[in-house]
């Protein structure tokens, strides 16, 4: 069955880029939409984008002007790259497969585990 | 502050049911679906309920969602032990054109 695993830096510097990827395996990116969830310690969800397979992106809006979300499909990896970061950007950063209904986000079918990124100097 | 709201925490005893809100906007919850993730403690969030009222093969039918209006609820019918968890709702916001969640509702058994 289909797995995700993020991986990156666990430790980013502040006004710095965070960068992570998420590895697909056991399936492949086609006709599903790909997306980045956050969550600071102790809080709750915070969604960041998507990425169709085909290359569209759409990004939530009070992130939109640091955030680019890219796919790898020969390495059917997903990207995230936030930039300018800050303490308020450290959380566990999930990816998550999701697909569209009538132009919205349907289920989030399968998350990866998670990923922690902390945000110091 | 979250787009939708829920009760930061619920609470029952085993074998009780329990039903946990969500409220949001015409441009959320009253004009899309809503989702269900429960999160136990130390994973990810997990799919439970998808398209308002719909359960996800796996996901036992103990969980029912439903909606009226802007507002959405997850009943729990005969309380385990092991739903003690974080529960959280999601739908699409044609305003914002992003997903929202709610807070999350901690769910304790007592």
């Known amino acids: 069955q289909v797995q995700l695993q993020e991986s990156g830096p666990g430790l980013v510097k502040p006004s710095e880029t965070l960068s992570l990827t998420c590895a697909v395996s056991?399936?492949?990116?086609?006709?599903?939409?790909w997306n980045w969830i956050r969550q600071p310690p102790g809080r709750g969800l915070e969604w960041i984008g998507y990425?169709?397979?085909?290359?569209?992106?759409k990004y939530n809006p009070s992130l939109k002007s640091r955030v680019t979300i890219s796919i790898d499909t020969s390495k059917t990896q997903l990207s995230l790259k936030l930039r300018s970061v800050t303490a308020a950007d450290t959380a566990v950063y999930y990816c998550?497969?999701?697909?569209?209904?009538?132009?919205?986000?349907?289920?989030?079918?399968?998350w990866g585990h998670g990923t922690m990124v902390t945000v110091s100097s | 502050q979250s787009v939708l709201t829920q009760p930061p925490s619920a609470s029952g005893t085993p074998g009780q049911r329990v039903t946990i809100s969500c409220s949001g906007s015409?441009?959320?919850?009253?004009?899309?679906?809503v989702y269900w993730y429960q999160q136990l403690p130390g994973t990810a969030p997990k799919l439970l309920i998808y398209?308002?009222?719909q359960r996800p093969s796996g996901a036992p039918d103990r969980f029912s969602g439903s909606t009226s209006g802007t507002s959405a609820s997850l009943a729990i019918s005969g309380l385990r032990s092991e739903d003690e968890a974080d529960y959280y709702c999601?739908?699409?916001?044609?305003?914002?054109?992003?997903?929202?969640f709610g807070g999350g509702t901690k769910l304790t058994v007592l």
């Open positions: 398209r308002s009222i």
């Open positions: 998550a497969r999701g697909s569209l209904i009538w132009g919205s986000l349907d289920a989030f079918d399968i």
């Open positions: 999601a739908a699409w916001d044609d305003s914002l054109s992003a997903l929202v």
């Open positions: 015409s441009s959320n919850i009253g004009s899309n679906y």
């Open positions: 056991g399936g492949s990116f086609g006709t599903y939409y």
């Open positions: 990425m169709y397979y085909s290359g569209s992106t």
